[in-house]
């Protein structure tokens, strides 16, 4: 133990993928004391998804859909407590992280919806919001966040690691082995596309939210000269740290598919994102001993299996290490939470591009 006060957060995720609240408990010093508690996810149903996919790129009804997902929130939060046993009293802080609607970190532009002084006052708890903020305006990326959680997940390892987080886009955090709890010690940044694309593809051609399990890519062939084409995108010689929009490979992937067979185009897909990781490995420090998979694509057997191909070492998902790999954003953004009360930088040069290891989120009371 750290010696440090140990908080008791709540972190609610929204992700790219669109699909529901993720609400996890954890007590944390907000460095590597980490205790993970309960965790659940709650659905959206499927007209509020599509009025949340109404307002990407921050148009449209923005208001209204930001006050339902607030709401949805709370909910998340009541039912999270519920299942605890436990009263909103017993928690110090709500880490929010909204959902993103628009990301440009080149304009110094990233929008996340929701309405923190309402879930303050509807969960009657501290609320720490807006975490991406600062950091896009001193000029990062503002994404991804999580890596500092991983760091602290992974201290006791003893090697270098890469955790891929699989969700609508993919991001990898790099974390060297030696034990350092500096800055240097860790590199972040998006991959590429994880399960946006595929989702995209296949409600657009069965109406189905997901392949489940990678059934259907599993079916198909990859064109590899389509392939190549997607991985051609300027992108992936990027340097990192960077990061994506989530609908930043539409249009390449719409061109890919076009004339092929639904389990043809599920295949291209898959492979894309597995071959978008694969190409990240360049860029670390020194090879990865080992990666660690979390997020929902972690359950796509095809997926894993491409990955499991390419990479030049083990891959395994989050849960063969005791952690639950559904959970790993939401707990992150309870531990951001804390360290943002504590003043203690979120994001770092390595991370996301920032000129210097930066604090970040607004703190909203209930009245």
């Not at 392939?227 to 995108?233: I, V």
């Amino acid at each position: 133990m750290s010696g440090q006060k140990t908080y008791r957060a709540i972190g609610l995720m929204s992700g790219t993928s669109m699909d529901g609240v993720d609400a996890a408990l954890v007590e944390s010093d907000g460095e590597g004391t980490v205790r993970r508690c309960g965790f659940l996810s709650t659905p959206y149903p499927d007209d509020f998804r599509a009025r949340l996919q109404s307002v990407m790129g921050n148009v449209g009804d923005v208001p209204g859909v930001a006050s339902e997902l607030t709401e949805r929130h709370a909910e998340a939060v009541s039912a999270l407590l519920n299942a605890e046993g436990m009263e909103s009293t017993e928690i110090d802080v709500i880490g929010f992280h909204g959902q993103t609607v628009l990301h440009e970190p080149a304009q110094r532009r990233t929008v996340q919806i929701g309405v923190p002084d309402m879930l303050a006052r509807l969960t009657d708890c501290p609320v720490v919001f807006d975490l991406r903020l600062a950091d896009v305006a001193a000029g990062g990326e503002g994404a991804p966040l999580v890596p500092v959680y991983h760091r602290a997940l992974t201290r006791r390892l003893g090697s270098s690691a890469a955790v891929l987080n699989l969700g609508g886009v993919g991001n990898v955090t790099w974390i060297d082995g030696d034990g350092s709890a500096g800055p240097e010690s860790m590199l972040a940044f998006d991959t590429g596309p994880a399960n946006a694309l595929v989702d995209d593809f296949v409600s657009a051609r069965r109406g189905e939210r997901f392949d489940a399990g990678g059934i259907l890519a599993a079916k198909g062939r990859v064109d590899e000269a389509r392939l190549a084409d997607l991985l051609s995108d300027p992108y992936f010689d990027r340097q990192p740290p960077k990061s994506l929009d989530r609908d930043h490979f539409a249009r390449r992937a719409t061109i890919a598919v076009s004339g092929l067979s639904d389990e043809d185009g599920a295949a291209l897909l898959t492979a894309f994102s597995a071959a978008s990781v694969a190409l990240a490995e360049r860029w670390f420090p020194h090879p990865a001993r080992q990666w660690i998979a979390c997020g929902g694509g972690r359950h796509n057997a095809t997926l894993m299996a491409m990955l499991a191909e390419r990479l030049s070492a083990p891959i395994a998902p989050a849960d063969d290490l005791g952690w639950n790999g559904d959970a790993i954003e939401a707990e992150a953004f309870g531990y951001l939470a804390i360290r943002s009360l504590q003043g203690k930088p979120l994001t770092f040069p390595g991370t996301t591009r920032a000129p210097v290891p930066l604090s970040g989120g607004t703190l909203h009371k209930p009245d």
